[in-house]
């Protein structure tokens, strides 16, 4: 009698499973461009079938100036996208349904040079922006609404390294929170270094105080640019642009031990050199980088027990400078933002190899450089 009640409850917790995946199977995917003087450009928002691979324009938010990176908030109620000029910002948006549109709540301004890349925490507290230009981090208080404050937390990184064409000062390129919220790591290609720093939301002012130790480096030269954890938390990976490699890390509490760095590139090859952007599949069983220069294509490699990496095959994104790409939540496809040739190129991912292959389905947008998914109840 107790077999047949575990074995009815296994049935009937595997279907309430089911029902969920074929519940969440649209998803709302936002695409954030360079618009350069185009200001009609900006940020796009598409319905995405993690089925088929189809997609359905729904809104375009014109008048936001190189919208190049996004973040959208843990309840998919607000996207944050900085604004990559000189003297840039950050701007905070409301996702309006049924009409999918952006509506813009503010935009704040505090003289940081070139922001690139914005996130936001998980309990929704707080944004934090890395400036590649003028190698600062920042960390912007969010309102009740979601709009941004003012109270804003700077801080300036110093070094450079040994490449002198790029790295004669710090280059901020990514800022990644930790899985449990407590760390922000940032990856600053100018100085070979991943600075990491303690995150405690209540303090309204001063958010970030250095960890211990407060950084760790890497190879001399290879320009650490993004950052991704594990499902499981235990790892750390960061794609270093100036070497097309990536560099895996042990993690636990604040604390990264390198493990393994793994090249992206086919043996033998000797065009230019500029990896962008990583992502691990949701089931952890895989990770992606892609390369830019002559390369344009996706590397792909299974990710071990240890958390050390094998190469397990390479991807064409069929089209140049896959700034940015992404998978869908349900792993089933990966869309890889091809910059130079104003195209997201649609890829179905297998499950069990990890391999890419195309569908033949592409998304014409103008100079796209993010690439995010919000999941809708």
Not at 109 to 134: E, I, L, M, Q, T
Not at 183 to 205: C, M, Q, R, W
Not at 278 to 289: A, E, K, N, Q, T
Request: aromatic residues 10%.
């Amino acid at each position: 009698m107790k077999t047949t009640i575990s074995l009815i409850t296994v049935i009937c917790f595997s279907c309430l499973v089911q029902c969920q995946n074929e519940k969440n199977q649209t998803f709302k995917l936002i695409i954030g461009s360079y618009t350069g003087s185009n200001l009609n450009e900006g940020i796009s928002v598409y319905d995405f079938d993690s089925r088929t691979g189809d997609f359905n324009f729904k809104s375009k938010t014109p008048g936001v100036e190189n919208p190049s990176y996004l973040a959208i908030s843990p309840d998919g109620k607000y996207v944050y996208s900085v604004n990559e000029v000189r003297n840039g910002g950050i701007s905070a948006f409301v996702f309006k349904s049924p009409t999918d549109e952006l509506m813009l709540l503010n935009r704040v301004s505090w003289g940081g040079r070139g922001p690139c890349y914005v996130s936001v925490d998980k309990k929704n507290k707080f944004v934090f922006a890395g400036h590649f230009g003028g190698g600062s981090v920042s960390a912007i208080p969010l309102q009740e609404d979601g709009s941004l404050g003012s109270a804003i937390q700077t801080i300036q990184q110093y070094g450079s390294s040994i490449d002198k064409s790029i790295q004669q000062g710090p280059h901020i390129h990514a800022t990644v929170l930790s899985p449990d919220n407590h760390f922000l790591l940032t990856a600053n290609l100018g100085t070979d270094e991943i600075y990491i720093y303690k995150f405690n939301p209540s303090v309204a002012t001063q958010p970030l105080t250095p960890a211990s130790p407060p950084l760790v480096s890497v190879k001399p030269g290879i320009g650490p640019r993004h950052i991704v954890f594990h499902p499981n938390s235990k790892f750390a990976y960061v794609v270093n642009e100036m070497g097309a490699s990536i560099t895996a890390f042990d993690y636990k509490d604040g604390r990264l031990n390198e493990i393994q760095t793994i090249t992206m590139l086919p043996s033998g090859y000797t065009g230019a050199v500029e990896a962008a952007d990583i992502h691990v599949s949701p089931d952890g069983r895989f990770l992606y980088g892609s390369n830019r220069g002559d390369a344009n294509d996706i590397t792909i490699y299974a990710i071990m027990k240890n958390g050390k990496l094998s190469y397990a095959g390479r991807q064409s994104t069929l089209g140049i400078s896959p700034r940015d790409f992404d998978i869908d939540p349900t792993g089933n496809f990966v869309l890889a933002a091809n910059m130079s040739t104003n195209e997201v190129v649609i890829f179905r991912r297998d499950k069990k190899t990890g391999l890419l292959t195309p569908t033949g389905k592409k998304i014409q947008v103008s100079r796209p450089a993010c690439l995010k998914f919000i999941i809708v109840d």
